[in-house]
Nanobody, 125 residues
Framework: QVQLRESGGSSVQAGGSLRLSCAAS????????WGWFRQAPGKEREVVAT???????RDAESVKGRFTISRDNAKNTLYLQINSLQPEDTAIYYC???????????????????WGQGTQVTVSS
């Protein structure tokens, strides 16, 4: 059984930093494609960053240079380092795993099979 559990969300002030974690069981973070998504109230779930099995990363334009996706294979955990947080980053952040054939380019939420329950990030100005 695959389980993904996010943690690290918090309420912070603009300009602050957070590191989100996604602890995985039943599936290796070194396999296939992994991603971080976020969903703000009234908006669709959008991709933030993805990480393929060859360590290739893709970041959304809105977060480029501020967000970094990484993984620790020994801990089987995916991370999202978020710097220079802005109020528009407020959302529930989700980790996701596995796409068809490990495709990690131009992916959207429906491409992923496994999801965590999400962790709330709130940024105040």
């Amino acid at each position: 059984q695959v389980q993904l559990r996010e943690s690290g969300g918090s309420s912070v002030q603009a300009g602050g930093s957070l590191r989100l974690s996604c602890a995985a069981s039943g599936y290796s973070v070194s396999d296939n494609c992994w991603g971080w998504f976020r969903q703000a109230p009234g908006k669709e779930r959008e991709v933030v960053a993805t990480l393929g099995h060859r360590d290739l990363t893709r970041d959304a334009e809105s977060v480029k240079g501020r967000f970094t996706i990484s993984r620790d294979n020994a801990k089987n955990t995916l991370y999202l380092q978020i710097n220079s947080l802005q109020p528009e980053d407020t959302a529930i952040y989700y980790c996701a795993a596995e796409t068809a054939f490990g495709r990690c380019l131009a992916v959207v939420a429906r491409d992923f099979r496994y999801w965590g329950q999400g962790t709330q990030v709130t940024v105040s100005s």
